[in-house]
């Protein structure tokens, strides 16, 4: 595998706009860049102040500067393209879901190089979601399609651990609780939220979510709560973990997906691929404080808690009758700030 050469120069930042419902407390976009081509997911990393972006169409995975979005340098990962993203920032380690091919990589920050790239049980599913306990230096990837799974990688060998069968009907979205190792998963076939004892590997509850085509989630766990992005029905529902009650239904836009907390400023970010913008919610009261018009399609959302900015996956429109068509407002990540 090589290293691609900084691709700085042409990082093209474009101009969106912005619709602000409350001007006073509402972040708004700062900026917004092209980089790659099908891009996906994107990870922030504190050790480098930087922005991960996986792009599938160019096989490479890009580094942003975080306040300019500049591309820096890129990863080639020519022989399994990524989609989802995480990061174990002890050990500077990229993992990427590379759903074509049902497998996950693992890549050396330091060196740019792949270590490892992990086979699934079975190529008739896909893996979408990934996340890692950095203290216990575990990895959970959600794996979809017949019956829905939760792969579990050693990150000291990263060697495939164990499979944790049967975690619901087309699992997507995936959260932690570390101190009561515990896995939250959205499952999208029944709009409800699966509990995963890790130490049981197995499903031991579920709750409804009061959404439709629920499908990422965000947990709150100081105030016992969980946000809960729901595509068909355009919202975020807000539930209440011990009484596992709807506290409050959120109009979010079209094609509710990405979701993120800003668990400092108290704030939630929801990208809403249809309607083209990302929904910031008061995290205390849930009102909405704003709908930012971000790029064609936005895909995932993060935040660097330490800023407070939110950085987002814009995909880009495609033509199959016009193969020269140019989506300026797609394949772009925009950053969101006060």
């Not at 792969?151 to 009561?180: M, P, Q, R």
Request: net charge positive.
């Amino acid at each position: 595998m090589t290293t691609i050469k900084s691709l700085a120069k042409v990082a093209a930042v474009l101009a969106i706009g912005t619709f602000t419902v409350n001007s006073v407390q509402a972040q708004t976009v700062k900026q917004t860049a092209k980089v790659g081509k099908g891009i996906y997911e994107l990870v922030y990393s504190e050790a480098g102040n930087a922005v991960y972006v996986t792009s599938v169409g160019t096989k490479a995975i890009y580094k942003l500067d975080a306040k300019t979005l500049a591309v820096v340098d890129s990863i080639a990962v020519t022989d399994a393209p990524a989609f989802g993203i995480g990061i174990n920032e002890k050990t500077q380690t990229l993992y990427t879901t590379n759903t074509r091919t049902n497998s996950v990589s693992a890549i050396d920050l330091k060196t740019k190089k792949v270590i490892k790239t992990i086979a699934g049980p079975s190529d008739k599913s896909h893996t979408r979601e990934v996340i890692v306990d950095e203290d216990l230096n575990k990895v959970y990837v959600t794996d979809v399609g017949g019956g829905s799974k939760i792969w579990v990688i050693d990150g000291k060998t990263n060697a495939l651990e164990s499979v944790i069968e049967n975690t619901g009907k087309t699992s997507t979205g995936i959260a932690i609780d570390k101190k009561a190792q515990k896995l939250y998963v959205t499952n999208m076939g029944s709009n409800q939220i699966g509990i995963v004892d890790i130490k049981q590997g197995k499903l031991v509850d579920s709750i409804p979510t009061g959404g439709e085509g629920s499908t990422n989630l965000a947990l709150d766990l100081k105030n016992n709560r969980v946000f809960v992005a729901n595509q068909k029905s355009a919202d975020v529902t807000v539930i209440d973990l011990k009484t596992r009650k709807v506290l409050q239904t959120i109009k979010t836009g079209a094609g509710a997906l990405g979701i993120t907390l800003d668990a400092v400023k108290n704030k939630v970010y929801v990208a809403n691929r249809q309607a083209g913008t990302v929904t910031v919610i008061d995290a205390k009261d849930y009102k909405v404080l704003a709908d930012l018009k971000t790029g064609t399609y936005p895909n995932t959302v993060i935040v660097d808690k330490k800023s407070g900015n939110a950085y987002v996956t814009n995909k880009a429109q495609s033509k199959r009758d016009d193969p020269k068509f140019v989506d300026n407002n797609g394949d772009t990540v925009s950053l969101i700030s006060l």
